[in-house]
């Protein structure tokens, strides 16, 4: 706990504070990005100057807000079937003034990839950045097109796990 009030609470953002308190109420709660994994991921991006990032499984969007490290013209694509969950983060999301950033899509993750990936698309090796935080018996099919889409140098994170 000291390390938690010494270290990660005091830079946790507001709006991520709040979220995370009403994420955390949900019935799926447990699912949300743990504070100090988020942290992680912000320092991540900021330390790599990433510019583009893709995210699977987005729940209410802690994660998504780590896109206030992200440069002004930053973007996060973030894949989720659960729209509901999204949509109840989005006023914090807002609120922090990244909804600019972030392309939500309504999807199932493996179709998106997929025409991601098509002949002629130019987002191959387009992405600094990947979170996959969802379907973690998926996690080797979706390592496999994220390190496509992923240039050289980035990093592709799966919950709490840096590959």
Do not use: C
Request: charged fraction near 30%.
């Amino acid at each position: 706990m000291y390390i938690f009030e010494t270290s990660v609470y005091p830079r946790e953002h507001e709006e991520l504070w709040r979220l995370r308190d009403v994420s955390t109420q949900q019935y799926f709660g447990f699912m949300t990005t743990p504070l100090e994994e988020g942290q992680l991921l912000s320092l991540l991006l900021k330390l790599m100057k990433a510019k583009k990032a893709i995210e699977i499984g987005v729940f209410m969007g802690y994660s998504l807000l780590t896109t206030l490290a992200f440069p002004e013209d930053g973007k996060m694509i973030p894949i989720d079937p659960d729209k509901e969950a999204f949509e109840k983060g989005l006023p914090y999301i807002r609120k922090a003034n990244v909804e600019r950033k972030i392309d939500f899509i309504h999807s199932k993750v493996l179709p998106i990839l997929d025409n991601l990936l098509e002949d002629g698309s130019d987002e191959e090796g387009a992405f600094d950045f990947a979170f996959v935080d969802a379907d973690k018996t998926s996690y080797g099919v979706y390592h496999e097109r994220l390190m496509r889409l992923t240039r050289v140098g980035g990093f592709i994170v799966y919950d709490n796990t840096l590959w």
